[in-house]
């Protein structure tokens, strides 16, 4: 039965050289929904692992509580929490086979040689491991261990399941399919998951909701769609993805939207916060189209082919360079460095920030 898991005012401090303090964790608050499949995003040392490790026992809280459905599991010791953890590193047995590693965890569980054995068999055919249990970990490919180390976790029924970064030692096709399988089997078992990733593709294609974090702070919770395309903050948006920020005044609002200039052009940008005089425009490369006429006028500096796409870095007026791409991209008809062209904002994909 999955299990919500609640962090109240959670804050974890370590000390530091001098007599000092880092608050690695600083006053978070989250609820993370049964079956809900939550993503902890954000640079190296803004508090996402050691919120994980929190939740799991490895690390106790300075302060604060965490609940796992009703219990308050803040000073338990990780074996006296129902949580599993897929680990970086795997850590694997190499001198149990394979199912002795995906069983390793029923042991201390009282559970009976036979059903361990049809729990071994059942796990292991969900994550795509039947027929390789007689196998030595060191005859798998990172791949098939990844697998093992998340079939150990997930075979013992935890109320929740957490990630630190375990595709990190992984090729970037294998990364991008192990992501889609741990995905299917997180669905199929309707399991809590908490996922720690530095890597905003990843966050984006796993999960139900994204928490990016900064300074042990919480910058905000959303889906990926809206984290991508509504960031509340600019560190979130310059976070996720490429992004350019236009200077902006808003001049009022008609039916519901903000009307916007910039660069001597007047946008309606729907679904904008309220907000008057200078601002900051969000703009995706994507949301953005380089054209012959019509637009604000700019000077192609570089281009790129990427195959799928041609992304191109243009100067404004201003002298400030953004960033453009172009799908499907003809190279014929192409812009050249150093032609001049002219920029049009598509104004259902732009969205507005203070400045």
């Given at each position: 039965m999955p299990q919500k898991?609640?962090?109240?005012?959670?804050?974890?401090?370590?000390?530091?050289?001098?007599?000092?303090?880092?608050?690695?964790?600083?006053?978070?608050?989250?609820?993370?929904?049964?079956?809900?499949?939550?993503?902890?995003?954000?640079?190296?040392?803004?508090g996402k692992t050691t919120t994980l490790r929190m939740v799991a026992g490895f690390e106790m809280p300075t302060s604060g509580h965490i609940f796992i459905g009703s219990e308050d599991v803040s000073?338990?010791?990780?074996?006296?929490?129902?949580?599993?953890m897929v680990f970086q590193s795997y850590a694997l047995f190499p001198h149990m086979t394979v199912e002795e590693n995906v069983g390793y965890g029923l042991r201390f569980r009282k559970v009976s040689k036979q059903e361990a054995k049809q729990r071994v068999e059942?796990?292991?055919?969900?994550?795509?491991?039947?027929?390789?249990?007689?196998?030595?970990?060191?005859?798998?490919?990172?791949?098939?261990q990844q697998r093992v180390a998340l079939a150990r976790a997930l075979v013992v029924e935890p109320q929740v399941l957490l990630f630190d970064e375990p595709l990190s030692n992984l090729d970037a096709k294998l990364r991008e399919y192990m992501r889609e399988e741990i995905r299917r089997v997180q669905q199929e078992l309707r399991i809590t998951a908490i996922y720690v990733t530095h890597d905003q593709s990843e966050a984006m294609a796993l999960s139900d909701?994204?928490?990016?974090?900064?300074?042990?702070?919480?910058?905000?919770?959303?889906?990926p769609q809206e984290i991508y395309l509504k960031p509340a903050t600019r560190f979130v948006a310059d976070f996720i993805g490429k992004v350019n920020f236009l200077p902006?005044?808003?001049?009022?609002?008609?039916?519901?939207?903000?009307?916007?200039?910039?660069?001597?052009?007047?946008?309606?940008?729907?679904?904008?916060?309220?907000?008057?005089?200078?601002a900051v425009l969000v703009v995706r490369p994507e949301a953005m189209s380089l054209q012959r006429s019509e637009g604000i006028p700019v000077t192609v500096v570089n281009r790129v082919y990427l195959g799928s796409a041609l992304e191109y870095r243009?100067?404004?007026?201003?002298?400030?360079?953004?960033?453009?791409?172009k799908s499907n991209p003809n190279l014929e008809e192409a812009?050249?460095?150093?032609?001049q062209g002219f920029l049009y904002l598509d104004s259902h994909a732009l969205h507005v920030l203070p400045e």
């Open positions: 898991v609640e962090l109240r005012d959670l804050v974890k401090i370590f000390p530091a050289p001098g007599g000092s303090e880092v608050r690695a964790v600083d006053g978070v608050n989250l609820v993370i929904e049964p079956g809900e499949m939550v993503t902890f995003l954000g640079p190296s040392g803004c000073t338990k010791a990780p074996n006296e929490r129902d949580t599993a059942r796990i292991m055919e969900l994550v795509g491991l039947k027929g390789l249990g007689k196998r030595a970990p060191g005859q798998l490919s990172g791949g098939q909701r994204i928490v990016v974090m900064n300074a042990g702070r919480i910058e905000q919770v959303g889906s902006c005044k808003v001049l009022g609002r008609e039916k519901g939207a903000a009307v916007v200039e910039t660069f001597g052009r007047r946008i309606t940008v729907h679904d904008a916060p309220e907000l008057r005089g200078e243009v100067e404004l007026p201003n002298g400030e360079q953004v960033t453009v791409y812009f050249a460095p150093g032609e």
